[in-house]
């Protein structure tokens, strides 16, 4: 594995999807954050900071999984439907090094974003007076950085062996699943059928237990509510542990593919 040939990759699919002017997503949360903040003393009776700050935190994470999911899909497929995977696999480029170069340029990129957004965020609250717990409402935007990671590593695994729709419809219900995997599986136990607890667990080991890295709710209320510091750390071995298996299956894939 050539490091440099890596980083060569992930600059290239940095400048690539920052040229898609995927940034102008800033711009329209910037005008969501605004609006919220002039409309919501009409609608919220004294609830305004907390749902500002709600408000805030979902659209963050809500913009940064589109782009995960509709980009990352593309990121391999794109190349095998043009047919210019064939010029790159020519070259002393291995798999690995080329997941790895897709899945960390475009993990820059939503870096780059959701330090964006969450700039505008706290500089929108800061201006209009609402008091918020700075310390854990970062550590929830870091978090949220962490589940596009994963959901990265999920839109190339599916990207790998899929269509670009299907790819996109699979990795949102990933999403959709993986936060609600311990309802599921408290769905199966209410339940009390033996089958259907067993497919009910067997989805949860499967698919990634996104509420992991769900700390919005609870980081507007102060460090106080958040999981102990040791049960953070294991939620962030969990998420990186998780991307590295899933990026270890897409390499698997692809090596077998025929082009």
Not at 41 to 64: E, F, Y
């Amino acid at each position: 594995m050539n490091l440099a040939r890596i980083g060569v990759i992930a600059r290239n699919v940095f400048f690539e999807v920052i040229r898609d002017r995927i940034l102008y997503l800033v711009a329209l949360f910037a005008v969501l954050m605004v609006a919220a903040i002039a409309l919501l003393p009409d609608v919220s009776a004294g609830a305004q900071d907390k749902i500002t700050l709600d408000l805030g935190l979902a659209a963050i994470n809500l913009l940064s999984v589109v782009v995960a999911v509709f980009v990352g899909t593309g990121l391999i497929n794109k190349e095998i439907e043009k047919r210019t995977v064939l010029v790159l696999i020519a070259k002393p480029v291995s798999r690995l090094e080329f997941i790895l170069g897709k899945h960390l340029g475009l993990s820059a990129v939503l870096a780059v974003l959701i330090f964006l957004l969450a700039l505008i965020f706290l500089a929108v609250v800061s201006l209009s007076g609402i008091s918020y717990p700075l310390g854990s409402i970062l550590l929830s935007i870091l978090f949220m950085f962490l589940e596009v990671v994963l959901l990265t590593a999920v839109a190339i695994l599916f990207g790998v062996f899929t269509s670009s729709l299907l790819a996109t419809l699979l990795t949102f219900a990933v999403f959709l699943v993986g936060h609600l995997s311990q309802d599921i599986v408290a769905l199966g136990q209410l339940s009390e059928n033996a089958g259907l607890q067993r497919i009910t667990n067997g989805l949860y080991l499967v698919l990634p237990d996104l509420e992991r890295l769900n700390l919005k709710n609870e980081a507007i209320y102060g460090m106080q509510l958040l999981p102990s510091g040791l049960e953070l750390s294991s939620h962030v071995l969990y998420a990186l542990l998780y991307t590295a298996l899933l990026l270890a299956i897409s390499v698997g894939v692809f090596t077998r593919r025929q082009f």
